[in-house]
């Protein structure tokens, strides 16, 4: 297996394996609000969060910005309660395309701090490596790919559940985010640095 390759299945695992679960909750909670028929927003967004998550991911590797685990492991729940705030609040019916950018930034943000969650581990498992680009690209794929394929099983599962259920769409939201929000709180909880 190549550099690429294994640096890519890496980036593909780390977001759509269960043991990354806060991810895919940020990621569903992210979701939530958006219909299987809006897949160019929400494709959007999932990049504007692997651009932040790369970003970060580079510079915690590269050792130039280093944050204490403790308190990114912290952060990183409290992106997720955010989102869930924004899903609640936010009101389909008056969509604002200046909220829509600023959804995308502040995504891209989240992102910033979900890559340095990562980097220790990716920073051990490179080593004495002379390049980090392409490990860094691969991963950086990878971590795109596992992201789409959990939006893809996201929207699909909602789409079924609320014809099944004839639910309206809120009431699904208010549902996805407020069970995101509980998950988010229990980490916090779990991984305070004080």
């Given amino acids: 297996m190549s550099e690429f390759e294994v640096y890519l299945k890496l980036g593909f695992n780390h977001i759509s394996s269960l043991s990354a679960y806060d991810h895919i909750v940020f990621i569903v909670a992210l979701c939530s609000v958006y219909r299987l028929k809006e897949w160019r927003q929400i494709l959007m967004l999932v990049t504007a969060f692997t651009i932040g998550h790369s970003v970060t991911l580079a510079v915690s590797t590269m050792?130039?910005?280093?944050?204490?685990?403790?308190?990114?492991?912290?952060?990183?729940?409290?992106?997720?309660?955010?989102?869930?705030?924004?899903?609640?609040?936010?009101?389909?019916?008056?969509?604002?395309?200046?909220?829509?950018?600023?959804?995308?930034?502040?995504?891209?943000?989240?992102?910033?701090?979900?890559?340095?969650?990562?980097?220790?581990?990716?920073?051990?498992?490179?080593?004495?490596?002379?390049?980090?680009?392409?490990?860094?690209?691969s991963f950086n794929i990878g971590l795109e790919l596992g992201q789409l394929l959990v939006v893809s099983v996201v929207l699909a599962s909602a789409a079924v559940l609320i014809r099944i259920s004839r639910a309206d769409y809120r009431a699904w939201n208010l549902f996805i985010s407020g069970a995101a929000a509980g998950i988010s709180v229990i980490l916090m909880a779990e991984t305070k640095f004080w």
């Fill in 63 to 137: 050792g130039i910005v280093l944050v204490p685990t403790d308190i990114i492991e912290f952060l990183i729940p409290v992106t997720i309660l955010f989102t869930c705030l924004g899903n609640v609040a936010r009101r389909p019916e008056k969509s604002d395309p200046r909220r829509v950018s600023a959804g995308y930034l502040l995504t891209l943000f989240f992102g910033l701090i979900h890559g340095m969650g990562f980097s220790n581990y990716l920073r051990a498992l490179l080593g004495e490596e002379e390049s980090i680009l392409l490990p860094l690209f």
